[in-house]
């Protein structure tokens, strides 16, 4: 083969490597949506909570880019996993999105038909909070479709029995007024808690000897990701843009990439998800030590 010929072939296959990752980058990317799978397990929680599954979804963003045949996939998506909890991390509507008595329509009727046996839970994003009239109408949406919202509130999460973890939710930091005092005044200690915000910087402020798990959007994982940098680092996600991270030495800050879109529609190196976590009960070192003969008890035994 001459080669002029392997030039032309090598050139020919990295434009079409390019076109492929241009076409993924604007076209297909955005409308996919994948689903990462968590286990969260801890001696507070409760045996009876062994196997729960929670499903964590953020910034849908409906408006600009994601419509109603978006939003549909998404439900079906969701239900076809069969959660038995799902939580909502805020931004129900694109930042630059108008609103309509239609859209809400739309919204209401998605969001109702999310199925989970034991509960639907939302906390306000920053474009939530961008008005009293957003306010009024992402609160409508809410009620038409059973979901409880947690605003600087925290409720106990159980399966028909006593054994319960607790979910505290908080206020954005951008366009809300978090009130940390006031969602974790009646949490116990010895509770297992997950916290859902908005927006990752929030991590920092809360008390790390109580929280377990912080679940944060806002970002999308900087939507496109270059390394060096992303297309969209929001304000109340400076100093955690993506990812999971290990907090005041305690915690986890698990970050979701989100499934909508904002200011463009494209997303690479940072895949639109749902989060699926399930619960798991381990043994605390103390019990395991008592229910574990030692070695003079299995030899005076």
């Known amino acids: 083969m001459k080669t002029t010929t392997k030039i032309l072939i090598v050139l020919a296959l990295i434009l079409g490597l390019c076109g492929?990752?241009?076409?993924?980058?604007?076209?297909?990317?955005?409308?996919?949506?994948?689903?990462?799978?968590?286990?969260?397990?801890?001696?507070?929680?409760?045996e009876q909570l062994n196997g729960m599954n929670i499903l964590y979804f953020s910034d849908l963003d409906y408006g600009t880019f994601v419509n109603e045949e978006r939003l549909n996939a998404l439900v079906d998506k969701i239900n076809a996993l069969s959660p038995d909890v799902i939580l909502f991390g805020g931004d129900l509507y694109d930042d630059a999105a108008s609103f309509s008595d239609n859209d809400s329509s739309i919204l209401?009727?998605?969001?109702?038909?999310?199925?989970?046996?034991?509960?639907?839970?939302?906390?306000?994003?920053?474009?939530?909070?961008?008005?009293?009239?957003m306010k009024a109408a992402v609160n409508s949406i809410y009620a038409a479709s059973d979901f409880?919202?947690?605003?600087?509130?925290?409720?106990?999460?159980?399966?028909?029995s006593s054994g319960s973890i607790t979910l505290v939710g908080l206020d954005s930091s951008v366009n809300g007024k978090p009130d940390?005092?006031?969602?974790?005044?009646t949490v116990s200690r010895d509770s297992y808690v997950i916290t859902i915000c908005h927006t990752p910087d929030t991590a920092l402020s809360v008390p790390a000897d109580i929280t377990n798990y912080f679940l944060a959007g806002h970002s999308h994982?900087?939507?496109?990701?270059?390394f060096f940098g992303a297309l969209y680092e929001p304000e109340g996600a400076k100093e955690y843009l993506r990812g999971t991270h290990t907090v005041s030495n305690s915690f986890t800050l698990d970050i979701t990439n989100g499934v909508g879109t904002t200011k463009k529609d494209v997303r690479f190196l940072a895949d639109a998800e749902v989060v699926m976590y399930q619960l798991k009960h381990t043994?605390?070192?103390?019990?395991?030590?008592?229910?574990?003969?030692?070695?003079?008890?299995?030899?005076?035994?």
């Open 221 to 226: 994982g900087g939507q496109a990701y270059y």
């Open 108 to 133: 209401s009727k998605a969001f109702s038909s999310l199925k989970a046996s034991y509960g639907k839970y939302a906390v306000y994003g920053n474009s939530d909070d961008r008005s009293d009239e």
């Open 180 to 185: 940390i005092d006031a969602a974790y005044s």
């Open 20 to 46: 492929y990752m241009t076409a993924d980058v604007y076209i297909f990317a955005p409308k996919r949506i994948s689903t990462r799978y968590e286990e969260l397990s801890s001696a507070d929680i409760p």
């Open 283 to 301: 043994e605390s070192a103390a019990s395991s030590s008592a229910s574990t003969p030692s070695s003079a008890d299995a030899s005076a035994s």
């Open 148 to 160: 409880e919202v947690l605003n600087n509130q925290s409720i106990s999460l159980h399966k028909q």
